[in-house]
């Protein structure tokens, strides 16, 4: 992958033909250097207070926000599909948001509910969840504000004990989405301190202040809270080695895994973190994203399954070791048809 070709395979035409290899699906399979299975997917999920619920997202075709027992169901037929894993996303009820934002680690909110419903109904799927402020946030932000102001420190201890709470809700993958300076440190340390030593932490490393993030702000509630922009936390879009200096620290701070994000315009900066450092890397394939092929799709103006499985490889073929994506369910059907 990504090798500089020696010149001598390449003989001139006609010794090489190039197109050989292309000439049936057979020689087209057998030469493929890249594949996408369903043990690529992540499958982010919205989870909404109440019972027997589902509401769409609007600027997400084909997404719902679901009650805890749909999510439980969801769940089970994503396993079964074989799907690793999902990421839970909590759309809060704005009477609970708050500028400290102590519902983030209330131990019975509807994230942490959700985490043992679906750990006890479905214990083989992988459970991963978002560390940041901003479902809880009365002003939107990731970290707590103070003076028009997002603090550094004060939003770690506030993260951490997020993390813990989440932690003890039976949670397998932590994922702080927050781009604090130090979060990762401190939240391993706080891990291992409570004995959570298996708890894997992917960090949303290189995690860029984007566009794309629109229709995930109207899932989660959170569109209409935000103040301002979050180009004081997240990564200029300009930038390619910051990201490098992000992995580098991430991973000396104990992160395991490695996030890019959004994904298709930063297939970059996902190839330079997997040849770089050689670590598991992964990639969100953002809300804008979804919803800018699905848009596109359902005007006719683009095949939607192939698009979809034509962005996902995209991924695979970046050095990506799996995907997060609001496709998991359907890609997944897709190849187990196939
Ligand atoms: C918030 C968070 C965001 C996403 C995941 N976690 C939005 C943001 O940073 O404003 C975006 C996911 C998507 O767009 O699909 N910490």
Redesign the pocket.
């Known amino acids: 992958m990504n090798r500089p070709i020696p010149s001598r395979t390449v003989a001139p035409f006609p010794t090489t033909r190039l197109r050989r290899t292309r000439s049936s699906a057979a020689l087209r399979d057998l030469v493929r250097e890249n594949s996408l299975g369903v043990n690529d997917l992540i499958w982010?999920v919205f989870v909404v207070e109440g019972d027997d619920v589902e509401q769409e997202v609007a600027s997400m075709p084909g997404v719902t926000r679901k009650s805890i027992d749909r999510l439980v169901e969801a769940a089970h037929e994503a396993a079964d599909l074989g799907i690793p894993a999902i990421c839970l996303?909590p759309y809060t009820d704005p009477a609970l948001k708050s500028e400290a934002c102590e519902e983030a680690w209330n131990p019975d909110n509807l994230s942490n509910r959700a985490i043992r419903a679906i750990k006890q109904a479905v214990p083989d799927i992988a459970i991963m969840t978002?560390i940041?402020?901003?479902?809880y946030n009365a002003n939107?932000h990731?970290g707590i504000v103070q003076d028009g102001e997002i603090l550094n420190d004060e939003t770690n201890v506030a993260l951490v004990r997020m993390a813990l709470a989440q932690a003890e809700a039976g949670a397998d993958i932590l994922?702080p989405?927050?781009?604090m300076d130090g979060r990762i440190g401190a939240i391993r340390s706080a891990i291992e301190g409570a004995d959570h030593r298996n708890l894997t932490i992917m960090s949303?490393t290189a995690?860029y202040a984007?566009a794309?993030?629109?229709?995930?702000?109207d899932?989660?509630g959170?569109s209409g809270a935000?103040k301002g922009d979050?180009k004081t936390y997240?990564m200029d879009p300009a930038n390619t080695d910051e990201a490098m200096r992000l992995v580098e620290r991430d991973l000396m701070e104990g992160a395991d895994m490695i996030m890019v994000?959004?994904g298709l315009p930063y297939l970059d900066i996902c190839r330079r973190v997997k040849t770089e450092f050689g670590v598991p890397t992964f990639a969100?394939?953002?809300?804008?994203?979804?919803a800018m092929q699905e848009a596109a799709a359902a005007n006719g103006w683009l095949d939607g399954d192939k698009v979809m499985a034509e962005s996902l490889m995209a991924f695979k073929r970046a050095g990506c070791d799996g995907i997060?994506t609001?496709y998991a369910p359907r890609m997944a059907k897709m190849l187990s048809e196939a």
């Open positions: 982010p996303f978002d940041a402020l901003d479902p939107g990731d994922g989405s927050d781009m949303y995690k984007s794309y993030y629109g229709p995930f702000r899932a989660v959170a935000l979050k997240q994000k959004p969100y394939q953002v809300s804008g994203e979804y997060l609001y």
